[in-house]
């Protein structure tokens, strides 16, 4: 009924459509259990500027009710806000940027400096052993890694192969697929890509 609109004040809904909702949270009064899981998978969030305690509660509560769940802020001093940063601003219909050469530029650093840090064999190893860490190589899950360059890549893949040595994985289980796989053929690389997807992971670990 009202997806994709912008819904700032009452004058916003036509008298039908206010209709409408008072109905049908009538029959969320009447039979809640068929509404609990409506809002599953999606997230609501409350960004409040200034305090609030029971527009707050009430809209995390009803969010909740209905299966979803809540991010935000109640405190406006936790955010970016008390920096005196500009928030973007959007034209609510054609969902234009109207402000955008006054906001903050956030990527404020030197990519070349971040580049050369990044790929620094110890400050590889101690990134992807945080990642493994929240990885379990017998749930059959697949996990794509971005590198920065080729011979980055060459390397995440060595030092995951060198991780999780201890599980028995094959070596074909971590592989690497850039713009170069297979000499460069597209066809090639997107087969990699379908296999990479489809493979089943096989793996025997070892037991000392």
């Known amino acids: 009924m009202l997806k994709g ?3 700032i004040e009452p004058g916003d809904l036509s008298v039908s459509e206010v209709e409408e909702i008072c109905s049908l949270a009538e029959q969320m009064i009447v039979d ?28 995390e509560a009803a969010m909740l009710r209905l299966g979803g769940s809540v991010e935000g802020f109640s405190d406006a001093e936790n955010t ?36 050369r840090k990044i790929v620094l064999p110890d400050n590889t190893r101690k990134v992807l052993e945080e990642i493994s860490s929240h990885l379990n190589p017998e749930s059959g899950e697949k996990t794509l890694i971005f590198a920065v360059n080729d011979n980055h890549a060459d390397m995440i893949v060595d030092t995951l192969r060198d991780i999780y040595k201890e599980y028995g994985i094959s070596f074909d289980a971590i592989m690497k697929i850039t713009g170069k796989t297979a000499g460069g053929n597209k066809k090639k690389v997107l087969q990699v890509i379908k296999q990479f997807k489809n493979n089943i992971l096989v793996f025997k670990k070892t037991v000392h």
């Open 5 to 7: 609109r912008h819904l």
């Open 32 to 59: 809640p259990n068929s509404f609990q899981d409506v809002c599953r998978g999606k997230i609501l969030a409350t960004l409040f500027f200034e305090p609030s305690t029971r527009t707050r509660l009430s809209f």
């Open 80 to 115: 970016s806000s008390v920096k005196g940063e500009t928030l973007a601003e959007y034209d609510p219909n054609t969902q234009e940027l109207l402000n955008g050469s006054v906001l903050q530029d956030e990527l404020d650093f030197e990519v070349a400096e971040f580049n």
